[in-house]
């Protein structure tokens, strides 16, 4: 079955430690995204990557870093520069920029990572 | 920024009842308005999406109202039922220039048996 797998699903981490979050899709989607999900303050998208070897920022990309080496993967490292790192990260994929469903996201089942 | 602003943020309702959750934005560019459902512990999943050529759409239980000139749409959730409970966001962007999805912020919903 096509799907995303995010991978570790539950994560510790100590303050000062760099952590990388896993994302694999196999829909050959061409977007790829990075969500922080925190409760009561909705989704919010920290990187994008519409095509391989490019990414832009998001709305909260400070004390995170992405790649995009391969269509398949879009790894997620949160940096000991995130202030505030506990949460649940979500990944995503959808179609390309002007395809037909390019706003339709297919999200893996999330890291949660705490920062102990 | 362009915001999506949603309401309520937890609502807890009978089984049978109705479940109403709305949602407003303020980009007058949107075209795409979806919602997404999320299951504890697991990534959210597109539930219904509406585009602002028709005021309804209704699949089975669900069904979106949106109100262009208000610039507001709901998600209405008819004989609401235990296995609905979950968390709830509205969605907007305006999609044929491809710009990203901006969310609401959420709403728990709990159907009590």
């Known amino acids: 079955d096509g799907g995303i797998t995010q991978s570790p699903k539950y994560l510790f981490r100590k303050e000062g430690q760099n952590v990388t979050l896993s994302c694999e899709q196999n829909?050959?989607?061409?977007?790829m995204y990075w969500y922080r999900q925190d409760p009561g303050q909705g989704l919010r998208l920290i990187y994008y990557s519409q095509i391989v070897n490019d990414f832009q920022k998001g709305d909260i990309a400070e004390g995170y870093s992405v790649s995009r080496e391969k269509k398949e993967s879009f790894p997620l490292t949160v940096t000991s520069a995130q202030k505030n790192p506990t949460a649940f990260y979500l990944c995503a994929s959808s179609r390309g920029t002007g395809s037909s469903g390019a706003n339709v996201l297919t999200f893996g089942a999330g890291s949660r990572l705490t920062v102990l | 920024q362009q915001q999506v602003k949603q309401s309520p943020q937890s609502l807890i309702v009978q089984k049978g009842g109705i479940s109403i959750i709305n949602c407003a934005y303020e980009?007058?560019?949107?075209?795409?308005f979806p919602w997404y459902q999320q299951f504890p512990g697991k990534g959210p999943a597109l539930l219904i999406a509406i585009r602002p050529d028709v005021s309804e759409k209704k699949e089975g239980r669900f069904t979106i109202s949106f109100n262009k000139s208000a610039k507001q749409f709901s998600l209405h959730i008819m004989d609401s039922q235990p296995g609905d409970s979950a968390t709830y966001f509205c969605a907007a962007s305006k999609e044929t220039s491809g710009s990203r999805l901006t969310f609401g912020e959420g709403t728990q919903l709990t159907v009590n048996p």
């Open positions: 829909l050959n989607h061409d977007a």
């Open positions: 980009n007058t560019a949107f075209d795409y």
